[in-house]
T-cell receptor
Framework: QQQVKQSPQSLIVQKGGISIINCAYE??????FPWYQQFPGKGPALLIA?????SEKKEGRFTISFNKSAKQFSLHIMDSQPGDSATYFC?????????????FGQGTRLTINP | NAGVMQNPRHLVRRRGQEARLRCSPM?????VYWYRQLPEEGLKFMVY????????ESGMPKERFSAEFPKEGPSILRIQQVVRGDSAAYFC??????????????FGQGTRLTVV
């Protein structure tokens, strides 16, 4: 069963704080783990992604931590800003005939209070 | 803008009518994916297509739903005899032909279907 479980469902963080969203997966065949950011009325946009042979990837204020043995990965947003308020989806990717099929987590609605 | 284009952005249908949702992938992309997002929920995979081929339709309801990606023109997601439970946002994504690990899927803005 291809599943990705995401928590928490919603998160409120003060401006300047650290936002942490967690995901867990079951299928060890997943080989690519992207995070998407979605604003209301818009499509999901790729934020940052990691391969399972790397334990951490950082891009600006966004960091993915990856624990292969535990089959868990998380998104950390440092110095959270009101503009980061959005819904965040983790995903896991499997390859079918040379192209990817993404399985998404349930999403986390992040609110950054000014 | 060379992004994934979906139309219409909003679609209202009465119960029993047909809904047709269109998706034009990014230039150079020949892999198209359709996802459904119910209110307050995540994205659920429906179908993955390449030109003239359905590769994986494991997430597609067995009845009333169909998808195609013809040699020419956009990909179409068709929902026949719509019911209130079909009301959702439908997103299309595309990726390059030479996709592999690390190849991003780019999403369109979605079509919000409302069945009244």
């Amino acid at each position: 069963q291809q599943q990705v479980k995401q928590s928490p469902q919603s998160l409120i963080v003060q401006k300047g704080g650290i936002s942490i969203i967690n995901c867990a997966y079951e299928n060890t065949a997943f080989d690519y783990f992207p995070w998407y950011q979605q604003f209301p009325g818009k499509g999901p946009a790729l934020l940052i992604a990691i391969r399972p042979d790397v334990s951490e990837k950082k891009e600006g204020r966004f960091t993915i931590s990856f624990n292969k043995s535990a089959k868990q990965f998380s998104l950390h947003i440092m110095d959270s800003q009101p503009g980061d308020s959005a819904t965040y989806f983790c995903a896991a990717n499997s390859i079918i005939q040379g192209a990817q099929k993404l399985v998404f987590g349930q999403g986390t609605r992040l609110t950054i209070n000014p | 803008n060379a992004g994934v284009m979906q139309n219409p952005r909003h679609l209202v249908r009465r119960r029993g009518q047909e809904a047709r949702l269109r998706c034009s992938p990014m230039k150079g992309h020949s892999h198209v994916y359709w996802y459904r997002q119910l209110p307050e929920e995540g994205l659920k995979f429906m179908v993955y297509l390449q030109k003239e081929n359905i590769i994986d339709e494991s997430g597609m309801p067995k009845e009333r739903f169909s998808a195609e990606f013809p040699k020419e023109g956009p990909s179409i997601l068709r929902i026949q005899q719509v019911v209130r439970g079909d009301s959702a946002a439908y997103f299309c994504a595309s990726s390059p032909r030479t996709g592999g690990p690390g190849t991003e899927a780019f999403f369109g803005q979605g079509t919000r279907l409302t069945v009244v």
